[in-house]
Nanobody
Framework: QVQLVESGGGLVQAGGSLRLSCAAS????????MGWFRQVPGKDREFVAG????????RYADSVKGRFTISRDNAKNTVYLQMNSLKPEDTAVYYC????????????????????WGQGTQVTVSS
């Protein structure tokens, strides 16, 4: 049974930092491209950041570029999202997701391509 468990969310003031973690189990982690998405009530879930299977390639939404950093540790089956210079508009539930790729070492940005999702962790940035 595949499980993705996020942690590290919370309440932070604008300008502060948080580090999200997502621990994966029940899958061969190194064969999955990983991503972070976020969602606010009434809006679609949106791509935040993605990382390829090896960790060699990353992509970011324009809204977080230069402030957020995605990384992974394949030995620990964990993907991270370091969030700096947080803004109130970053407030959302953050989800990690896994997309199976047996071939190319690519970053996946499309929501529907992801096979597995975590339960989400709330991030609230106060002004």
């Amino acid at each position: 049974q595949v499980q993705l468990v996020e942690s590290g969310g919370g309440l932070v003031q604008a300008g502060g930092s948080l580090r999200l973690s997502c621990a994966a189990s029940g899958l061969t982690f190194s064969t999955y491209s990983m991503g972070w998405f976020r969602q606010v009530p009434g809006k679609d879930r949106e791509f935040v950041a993605g990382i390829s299977r090896s960790g060699g390639s990353t992509r970011y939404a324009d809204s977080v570029k230069g402030r957020f950093t995605i990384s992974r540790d394949n030995a620990k089956n964990t993907v991270y999202l370091q969030m700096n210079s947080l803004k109130p508009e970053d407030t959302a539930v953050y989800y990690c997701a896994a997309a199976y790729f047996s071939g190319a070492d690519v970053v996946v940005t499309t929501l529907r391509t992801y096979n597995y999702w975590g339960q989400g962790t709330q991030v609230t940035v106060s002004s």
